[in-house]
T-cell receptor, first 113, second 115 residues
Framework: DTAVSQTPKYLVTQMGNDKSIKCEQN?????MYWYKQDSKKFLKIMFS???????INETVPNRFSPKSPDKAHLNLHINSLELGDSAVYFC????????????FGQGTRLTVV | QKEVEQNSGPLSVPEGAIASLNCTYS??????FFWYRQYSGKSPELIMF????GDKEDGRFTAQLNKASQYVSLLIRDSQPSDSATYLC???????????????FGKGTKLSVKP
């Protein structure tokens, strides 16, 4: 009965590769997010997606793209991976009118070598 | 860029003491303030929120907000070793650049409660 689940938990890949991280929530929330937490533990929002409206943090490179096949899923695709992309990526979801009541997935630790 | 500032610590307190965690924010338009707890290797979880000036108590936790000083704090009374974690302060951004309406996090304060 996991609320927000993301796969894989660990991902090690070479520079230049393209990879995807999947996220699913069973809470019935209508807003989903992707966050990046770097080595200094700084948690920064990358995208929020609500009812087909995508809001992108302007600092996110366009190599990163979210894909939402339906309301319960928000996958993250990353093209041409770079060393600096190594981080923990968290998926989260919340009700649209209570954005701070976010439930986070367990995180995906991405290591680019 | 709207910012949330926290002392990264580590903050070390003995078991049973009061732990005081502080946070300042730059966005005067922010109205909602949150504390998340993140255990090592785990995901953040919401533990407190506060919208009005003053204190808000929930069990051993008290959140304090002073909008004039742009300051929010979290007090943990009777600290336990199980409270050892990183505490993230967050605000809802009123800003721009894709961040409006979303959570902006501080870098977190690592708390260690010694038995």
């Amino acid at each position: 009965d996991t609320a927000v689940s993301q796969t894989p938990k660990y991902l090690v890949t070479q520079m230049g590769n393209d990879k995807s991280i999947k996220c699913e929530q069973n809470l019935g929330h209508d807003t989903m997010y992707w966050y990046k937490q770097d080595s200094k533990k700084f948690l920064k929002i990358m995208f929020s997606y609500n009812n087909k409206e995508l809001i992108i943090n302007e600092t996110v490179p366009n190599r990163f793209s979210p894909k939402s096949p339906d309301k319960a899923h928000l996958n993250l695709h990353i093209n041409s991976l770079e060393l600096g992309d190594s981080a923990v990526y968290f998926c989260a979801s919340s009700p649209r009118d209570r954005r701070a009541e976010a439930f986070f997935g367990q995180g995906t630790r991405l290591t680019v070598v | 860029q709207k910012e949330v500032e926290q002392n990264s610590g580590p903050l070390s307190v003995p078991e049973g003491a009061i732990a005081s965690l502080n946070c300042t924010y730059s966005d005067r338009g922010s109205q909602s303030f949150f504390w998340y707890r993140q255990y090592s290797g785990k995901s953040p979880e919401l533990i407190m929120f506060i919208y009005s000036n003053g204190d808000k108590e929930d069990g051993r936790f008290t959140a304090q907000l002073n909008k004039a000083s742009q300051y929010v704090s979290l007090l943990i009374r009777d600290s336990q070793p199980s409270d050892s974690a990183t505490y993230l302060c967050a605000v809802i951004s009123s800003g721009y650049g894709g961040s409006q309406g979303n959570l902006i996090f501080g870098k977190g304060t690592k708390l260690s409660v010694k038995p």
